[in-house]
């Protein structure tokens, strides 16, 4: 198994780069309408908690990953049985995110292009990046954030001229329910999605800081989410805001500076790719690791290229319109993560404390 460094500071940017991910362009709580600032703070109340065990559960392990602990925790036929739920959703997610980003670039930019071709493209670029290791994720995130702050803070300051405070009232209008449901919603999808990290680092005890990487990271990316949401509320409104399969998209492309700053929403295109790029090469990557553990293998690198390839067929056939993907994401997923981000990891950190309570007593 090959041994891979990172600092605190690279952690931090790929998973905030994984956190904006795909939400940056198709927004997150549009159910609680003008109350989508509420619903994401009561979200990042409840991915402060999750953190803490996953936090904890890296505490208790420190240099192993996901897959290494669930074969100490559950054993080697029950372990090996978690892992691949696992390894499946990590697969799932990625492939996920793969169909949302050639969706979103055929819809707005090729309509015409087959989408094989997109997906060949962006799959490939994410194949090479995984199989050059998480050292150059890292860095590579390091870079894109910067570029990414820079064009986020340009783009929102410009929309200020289209922008109208009313679109916030009134609060609570519908009750809490609508802003608990999509609070909800947003945990699942971005912010606890960061399970698949237990999977992809393995910190050194001496050098990473696990509870100062994740809390940093959620801080920073939920900042992040909480502006570009507020702002394409304020820009457009709840009610044109719901029907937008594209909200950011959609922002941006009102903002119109006389006649020499127009068709700006390039730079949401960009972004996006950016940080959709990061999140399907961790979850590759996670996959990978995953199967490397379960067959005892001495490196993921060389599962990268078929389980990739594999990923772009399942995104090329996992939905039949753009209607059913919104669907998915937005009514079922976080039924069917909830299990991988909250209850297997609670389960984890319980029988782990147990276990290890047992070993200290029998020293």
Known sequence: ??????????????????????????????????????????????????????????????????????????????????????????????ALVLNDTFQFIKVVSFPETPEYILLIFMGTVCIWAVKEGIEVLCRMSSFFIILLIIIIILVSSLSFSVMNINNLRPTLYNGINPVLNSAFGIFSFPFAETVIFLGVFNFEKSKNNPFRIYYRALLFGGAIIFILSLRNILVLGSSFLESLYFPSYTTVELIEIGEFLQRIEVAVSVVFLYAAFIKISSCLLCSCKGIENIFNLDSYKILVAPVGLLMMTFACNIYESIMEMMEWAFLVYKYYAFPFQVIIPLIILIIAKIKTKKQLKSI
Do not use: C, R
Request: charged share 15%.
């Open 1 to 94: 198994m090959t041994k891979e460094t990172i600092s605190d500071k690279q952690a931090i940017s790929m998973i905030v780069m994984f956190i904006i991910g795909s939400s940056i362009v198709f927004g997150v709580g549009s159910e609680a309408k003008q109350d989508i600032w509420l619903a994401i703070i009561i979200a990042l109340i409840w991915a402060f908690i999750i953190m803490f065990i996953y936090v904890k559960i890296y505490s208790l392990f420190p240099e192993k990953n996901l897959f290494q602990i669930i074969d100490f925790v559950f054993g080697k036929y029950i372990g090996k049985f978690i892992s691949l739920l696992y390894i499946w959703y990590s697969f799932h997610l990625g």
